[in-house]
């Protein structure tokens, strides 16, 4: 396993420090990039979330000095041929180089360097995801040019060292936009609202709580003193841990902080399904055969075959298309 210098680890401590100090809504501006390209040396540097399952970029930003590239086909032609993407689509999110599965040679006679890297210019990438699902993905890529050399299994160490600290980061911002939008309605807010915002003070008290927050606090932690945070909520929070999840039947409780705030979200599971098998009929949804999932997702047809059984029989469907068509209309609303 390559290691990295004490001057790397300090420089990758320093990014993280300087991220979190700047605590926007969105985590990853082109400034916050030009810093990446300081710890893993590229031409361009570029951060991507997509939602693959229909073909859509859901958010994009470069640095500020990369040119824009239009290609003269879109991504998704062209998606299934990358392999560092197809990787990272059987939920394998670490740092990849197109070198892990190309040599030079066979990715200059490939069809995705005709059409992509050699416009644009392109010819070693390195990339690397926050776990998502692939109706929102969540991808930094650095790229070089000819000539400029591969990137090193240094870089590498790097960007796995970064991955959590990045998906930490998004995780944040996440919450500070929602906490925005709760405060803002927050007068208005009733009992039976899903999103709610409570104020810790010292020791756990409850400084503030809104009406929802005292609702959803009773309901699933049962009698306690109006006070103070739950025990098991206050252990939580002192452990610093970014998310506490509760789940209750079909329903679930999602509680994120920002400083000494906490969100609270109730989300109700509209279709029942496990992660693997939400994964399985988002690539049924792209078109995917069984055996083409199965290749995809490195498991057997049969193993494909029997998770589409069980979401028929969870969505109360006969087909494909019905289950596609449930799935999608769920999507819509997240």
Same mark, same amino acid.
């Given at each position: 396993?390559?290691?990295?210098?004490?001057?790397?680890?300090?420089?990758?401590?320093?990014?993280?420090?300087?991220?979190?100090?700047?605590?926007?809504?969105?985590?990853?501006?082109?400034?916050?990039?030009?810093?990446?390209?300081?710890?893993?040396?590229?031409?361009?540097?570029?951060?991507?979330?997509?939602?693959?399952?229909?073909?859509?970029?859901?958010?994009?930003?470069?640095?500020?000095?990369?040119?824009?590239?239009?290609?003269?086909?879109?991504?998704?032609?062209?998606?299934?041929? +990358?392999?560092?993407?197809?990787?990272?689509?059987?939920? +394998?999110?670490?740092?990849?180089?197109?070198?892990?599965?190309?040599?030079?040679?066979?990715?200059?006679?490939?069809?995705?360097?005709?059409?992509?890297?050699?416009?644009?210019?392109?010819?070693?990438?390195?990339?690397?995801?926050?776990?998502?699902?692939?109706?929102?993905?969540?991808?930094?890529?650095?790229?070089?040019?000819?000539?400029?050399?591969?990137?090193?299994?240094?870089?590498?160490?790097?960007?796995?060292?970064?991955?959590?600290?990045?998906?930490?980061?998004? +995780?944040?911002?996440?919450?500070?936009?929602?906490?925005?939008?709760?405060?803002?309605?927050?007068?208005?807010?009733?009992?039976?609202?899903?999103?709610?915002?409570?104020?810790?003070?010292?020791?756990?008290?409850?400084?503030?709580?809104?009406?929802?927050?005292?609702?959803?606090?009773?309901?699933?932690?049962?009698?306690?003193?109006?006070?103070?945070?739950?025990?098991?909520?206050?252990?939580?929070?002192?452990?610093?841990?970014?998310?506490? %999840?509760?789940?209750?039947?079909? +329903?679930?409780?999602? %509680?994120?902080?920002?400083?000494?705030?906490?969100?609270?979200?109730?989300?109700?599971?509209?279709?029942?399904?496990?992660?693997?098998?939400?994964?399985?009929?988002?690539?049924?949804?792209?078109?995917?055969?069984?055996?083409?999932?199965?290749?995809?997702?490195?498991?057997?047809?049969?193993?494909?075959?029997?998770?589409?059984?069980?979401?028929?029989?969870?969505?109360?469907?006969?087909?494909?298309?019905?289950?596609?068509?449930?799935?999608?209309?769920?999507?819509?609303?997240?």
């Amino acid at each position: 396993m390559a290691t990295i210098t004490a001057r790397d680890a300090e420089q990758v401590l320093g990014f993280v420090a300087a991220a979190e100090e700047l605590g926007g809504e969105h985590p990853f501006t082109p400034e916050l990039l030009e810093e990446l390209r300081k710890l893993v040396e590229a031409d361009e540097v570029g951060y991507c979330e997509q939602d693959r399952v229909r073909e859509r970029i859901r958010y994009g930003v470069g640095r500020p000095d990369d040119p824009p590239f239009e290609p003269e086909v879109p991504y998704w032609q062209i998606a299934a041929e +990358h392999p560092v993407c197809s990787r990272h689509n059987t939920g +394998h999110f670490e740092a990849l180089k197109l070198s892990d599965f190309l040599t030079l040679g066979e990715l200059r006679r490939s069809r995705i360097y005709a059409l992509w890297f050699k416009p644009w210019g392109m010819e070693h990438e390195l990339n690397v995801a926050i776990q998502s699902p692939p109706w929102h993905t969540k991808t930094f890529l650095f790229d070089r040019r000819p000539g400029r050399g591969d990137f090193t299994e240094r870089d590498r160490r790097v960007l796995d060292l970064l991955q959590p600290h990045l998906g930490r980061l998004w +995780h944040a911002a996440r919450v500070r936009r929602q906490l925005r939008a709760a405060l803002e309605t927050l007068e208005g807010e009733s009992e039976q609202d899903v999103r709610a915002v409570v104020l810790v003070g010292h020791g756990g008290l409850i400084e503030f709580a809104s009406p929802a927050a005292r609702r959803l606090l009773r309901e699933y932690f049962g009698d306690q003193r109006q006070s103070e945070i739950p025990a098991s909520l206050s252990d939580w929070f002192e452990s610093g841990s970014p998310t506490f %999840v509760f789940d209750r039947a079909e +329903h679930r409780l999602t %509680v994120s902080r920002s400083g000494s705030t906490l969100l609270l979200e109730e989300t109700r599971d509209e279709l029942g399904l496990t992660a693997r098998e939400r994964q399985v009929l988002a690539w049924v949804a792209r078109g995917k055969t069984n055996p083409e999932v199965a290749e995809i997702l490195w498991v057997t047809p049969a193993t494909v075959r029997k998770h589409l059984e069980n979401v028929y029989a969870k969505l109360g469907v006969h087909t494909r298309t019905e289950a596609v068509t449930r799935f999608l209309g769920v999507l819509d609303g997240v």
